[in-house]
């Protein structure tokens, strides 16, 4: 089975605190990525990345980055948390899709919630 | 206007009934079309997905693909109370390898 493991099911910080989330996959997925969810909202797409030191933009960058140094392992950086980054972040992972593939299937993790007081 | 739009919800119906739960879009490059199921504290996980048109079953559930209109559905029969969750349709194209999320709807089902 896949495995997207996120480094705290909970977190609570302060205004203006660097926060980094953690995500690791064990499937040795070349696609990897960062959402947030909110209530209304749905999923976000904040960065994603096609493979070690790649990454791309999504819809919601701003006030994030990311780094992804080792294959299995994608960071989400908040460099001055804010009231609004206040979410659910999700980490996902997907194989690169080849030809005859019908799906594009990604995996998730189990979510961080992140507080931002 | 988003590219893909999911009916809102929520949606609450009795233990048995056939639950219909539905998307649009505007993208006509999109040919893969994923179901996620996610259960209120956890991320998503794919429940079904369907390549370009038609449809396809997996025992109660049943996922529709109509390109023409630009339009997919999730059918569940007997729905149980853990069907209870929120339903996210997802789809993408040939190139990208991300994928466009709908917003979700919640379902409960009450026994």
């Known amino acids: 089975d896949v495995k997207v493991t996120q480094s705290s099911r909970y977190l609570v910080k302060r205004t203006g605190e660097k926060v980094f989330l953690e995500c690791v996959q064990d499937?040795?997925?070349?696609?990897m990525f960062w959402y947030r969810q909110d209530p209304g909202l749905g999923l976000r797409l904040i960065y994603f990345?096609?493979?070690?030191?790649?990454?791309e933009k999504g819809d919601i960058p701003e006030g994030y980055s990311v780094s992804r140094e080792k294959k299995e392992r994608f960071s989400l950086i908040l460099e001055s948390a804010s009231t609004n980054q206040t979410s659910m972040y999700l980490c996902a992972s997907s194989p690169l899709r080849l030809a005859g593939d019908h799906t594009d299937t990604q995996y998730f993790g189990p979510g961080t919630r992140l507080t931002v007081l | 206007q988003k590219e893909v739009e999911q009916d809102p919800g929520p949606l609450s119906v009795p233990e048995g009934a056939i639950v219909s739960l539905n998307c649009t879009y505007s993208n006509s490059a999109f040919q893969y079309f994923m179901w996620y199921r996610q259960y209120s504290r956890k991320g998503p996980e794919l429940l079904m997905y369907?390549?370009?048109?038609g449809n396809k079953e997996d025992g109660r559930f049943t996922a529709q693909v109509d390109k023409s209109s630009k339009y997919i559905s999730l059918f569940i029969r007997d729905s149980q109370p853990s069907d209870s969750a929120t339903y996210l349709c997802?789809?993408?194209?040939?190139?990208?390898?991300?994928?466009?999320f709908g917003d979700g709807t919640t379902l409960t089902v009450k026994p």
């Open positions: 997802a789809m993408s194209d040939a190139n990208a390898g991300k994928s466009t």
């Open positions: 990345s096609y493979d070690v030191k790649m990454k």
């Open positions: 499937m040795d997925h070349e696609n």
């Open positions: 369907t390549y370009s048109s």
